[in-house]
Nanobody
Framework: VQLVESGGGLVQPGGSLRLSCVPS????????MGWYRQAPGKERELVAQ???????MYRDSVKGRFIISRDNAKNTGYLQMNSLKPEDTAVYFC?????????????WGQGTQVTVSS
């Protein structure tokens, strides 16, 4: 059981990408979902979060540019990234709570590379 991210790639500054996050052989256990990123030589940082209560939270550097969402009917989470900047370059990871044999399990994806460069 894992999360599978997709949608990363190379984009020019000012461009957009939409990342997707799909549980493999499981479903989301609750409303929580987080997108994190890790640039080379840096620690993993939280980018955006859907709280269990249904609120959204963003780190200051992406506010107004990124949108986190989830379509429970499709069992898919998203991170819409607009007005991308070179400093957004990183591997992006999805984090969520999945139901594994009826047990809530904190699960990470393998990451998808986002490169913003001209």
């Amino acid at each position: 059981v894992q999360l599978v991210e997709s949608g990363g790639g190379l984009v020019q500054p000012g461009g957009s990408l939409r990342l997707s996050c799909v549980p493999s052989r499981s479903i989301f256990s609750d409303n929580y979902m987080g997108w994190y990123r890790q640039a080379p030589g840096k620690e993993r940082e939280l980018v955006a979060q859907l709280t269990i209560g249904g609120d959204t939270m963003y780190r200051d550097s992406v506010k107004g540019r990124f949108i986190i969402s989830r379509d429970n009917a499709k069992n898919t989470g998203y991170l819409q990234m607009n007005s991308l900047k070179p400093e957004d370059t990183a591997v992006y990871f999805c984090n969520a709570h999945l139901s594994v044999d009826g047990i809530l399990t904190n699960t990470w994806g393998q990451g998808t590379q986002v490169t913003v460069s001209s």
